[in-house]
């Protein structure tokens, strides 16, 4: 059955999108490689996707250096937060017009 | 979007979340193991204070018998972290996870204050011959790291962290029975929440 998505965010159409700001909404912040290995995806594919979250501004980014190594957190922004929690909203709507 | 997907998505949702925040690696037999070396210990050590010469009333720091103690105590310790971290390594790598992750740090950074604050505090004591202290000391204070460290883990640790209190304040509330509590909370508690575990999610 095919299900009219109203409030449905385009940012978070994509799985590894919605997974990222999952775990960024649930942790105060993660850093890429954590990420990468969480989600078990490549360099590229994260990296793009963090880039469109950025864009949107649902993410804010922290660089800085362990030592020598670049380490590079993610923060959700308040902004991600609130846009996470309408889709989920949305999401659980659907699931009761579905009941009904 | 297909219903199907739908709860697909919700699941994968809530794994992610579970999966970032908590450390699951953590294997329910090296509880038992833990528990299992803390009973010999304190077995060895009750035959070391209620047998062979008579009651030593006044014991100093550096009296033979202390020290024996000190490395039983430390010889569990060591085993049991030992055993601790082999278990769990090997239970990350069936799974597939990394052992040195975001949770695992969170983990111990968290349970350690409480523990190295408590083993300190534990220690000066005993240096200045206040020995009735170890019991109740030892167990309060890991159970405070143990609920302090339960955030980043299994919910079901605060529980082994909150009965280590209890049985602390006990120990406080009757002195002379350290050894008895001791061994209840180190031993007996590890090997009960040890198998506990290892039937709820090891299997």
Same mark, same amino acid.
């Given at each position: 059955?095919?299900?009219?998505?109203?409030?449905?965010?385009?940012a978070f159409e994509n799985r590894v999108r919605l997974q990222i700001m999952s775990v960024l909404v649930a942790n105060e912040s993660y850093d890429f490689n954590s990420l990468k #290995?969480?989600?078990?995806?490549?360099?590229?594919?994260?990296? /793009?996707?963090?880039?469109?979250? #950025?864009?949107?501004?649902?993410?804010?980014i922290n660089k800085s250096f362990l030592g020598r190594k670049p380490n590079t957190r993610y923060f959700a922004s308040d902004l991600g937060k609130a846009a996470f929690k309408k889709h989920l909203q949305s999401l659980e709507n659907l699931i009761k017009q579905q009941k009904l | 979007m297909e219903d199907k997907d739908l709860y697909a998505e919700i699941a994968s949702?809530? /794994?992610?979340? #579970?999966? /970032?925040?908590?450390f699951i690696s953590l294997s329910g037999l090296s509880g038992v193991m833990a528990g299992i070396y803390a009973l010999i210990g304190a077995g060895l050590a009750y035959k070391l204070i209620y047998t062979g010469e008579p009651?030593?009333?006044?014991?100093?720091?550096?009296?033979?018998l202390v020290v024996q103690l000190f490395l039983i105590a430390c010889a569990v310790l060591v085993c049991s972290i030992g055993t601790g971290v082999w278990l769990t390594v090997r239970k990350a790598a069936k799974k597939g996870e990394s052992v040195w992750n975001q949770s695992s740090q969170m983990l111990l950074k968290n349970g350690a204050l409480p523990l190295l604050t408590g083993g300190c505090f534990v220690l000066l004591l005993l240096c200045r011959g206040y020995y009735g202290v170890i019991s109740p000391g030892c167990l309060i204070f890991y159970g405070l790291a143990l609920v302090a460290a339960s955030r980043y883990t299994y919910g079901d640790v605060k529980w082994l962290g909150l009965c280590d209190i209890g049985l602390g304040l006990l120990a406080?509330?009757?002195?002379?029975?350290?050894?008895?509590?001791?061994?209840?909370?180190f031993g007996v508690l590890h090997i009960l929440y040890g198998?506990?575990?290892?039937?709820?999610?090891?299997r």
């Open positions: 059955m095919k299900v009219t998505l109203t409030d449905f965010d385009k #290995e969480l989600l078990a995806v490549t360099d590229g594919n994260l990296a /793009s996707h963090l880039k469109a979250l #950025e864009k949107e501004q649902y993410i804010t | 949702i809530r /794994s992610i979340m #579970e999966r /970032s925040t908590k009651q030593v009333v006044y014991v100093r720091y550096n009296d033979p406080t509330l009757l002195p002379g029975y350290g050894l008895l509590f001791w061994a209840l909370g198998t506990i575990m290892h039937f709820k999610y090891d």
